[in-house]
């Protein structure tokens, strides 16, 4: 007869699969999931090198990131699999808005760099849900985060504003 112990050692990993599955996210629920700010920081960077441009906007979904750049004048969106990160897909999306490029234009702090910031002053876990461009007079980057914190970090200086 098998000791329990060895019983429990044999059924404990299955056990653990199990459970770990079953707590995982459905894929195709176009839910946003729990995305740590490097990865969306490393998608960024590969959106703007991909488009050739600056990342004005980005959006998780389903462990894509659908960033949006301005090249020159147009609007591209680059979807980004975050567990590579690789370029999945790219669309033309128009015309960058006036004021979207006006911000852009004046902006010393890139919108990776105000996820950084934006984590820094953030208590959460740091898994950013989107980033927005805030144009107008105090254009900002506005980092919203899964737990449902935002924090929005001025571009001309990278500062946080409350």
């Known amino acids: ?5 060895a019983l429990i050692a044999a059924l404990a990993p ?5 459970s770990l599955t079953a707590c995982a996210p459905a894929g195709g629920t176009g839910a946003t999931v729990d995305v740590g700010y490097e990865k969306v920081i490393a998608a960024v960077v590969l959106a703007e090198s991909d488009a050739g441009g600056r990342a004005f906007d980005v959006e998780i979904e389903d462990a894509t990131a659908q960033v949006h750049v301005a090249a020159g004048d147009r609007a591209v969106e680059v979807d980004v699999d975050l567990a590579g990160p690789t370029v999945t897909d790219r669309r033309d999306e128009g015309e960058v808005e006036s004021e979207d490029r006006a911000a852009l234009a004046s ?3 890139t919108l990776a760099d105000g ?3 934006a984590v820094a002053a ?3 876990d740091g898994s950013v849900a989107e ?3 805030r144009s107008g007079a105090d254009a900002a980057w506005s980092v919203e985060f899964v737990d449902g914190g935002t924090v929005a970090v001025a571009v001309a200086d990278g500062t946080v504003e409350r």
């Not at 007869?1 to 112990?5: F, N, V």
């Not at 299955?14 to 199990?18: F, I, R, T, W, Y």
């Open 1 to 5: 007869m098998a000791s329990p112990r």
């Open 107 to 109: 902006a010393s702090t």
């Open 115 to 117: 996820i950084r910031v």
């Open 122 to 124: 953030h208590d959460g």
């Open 131 to 133: 980033v927005a461009l």
């Open 14 to 18: 299955a056990g653990l699969a199990l």
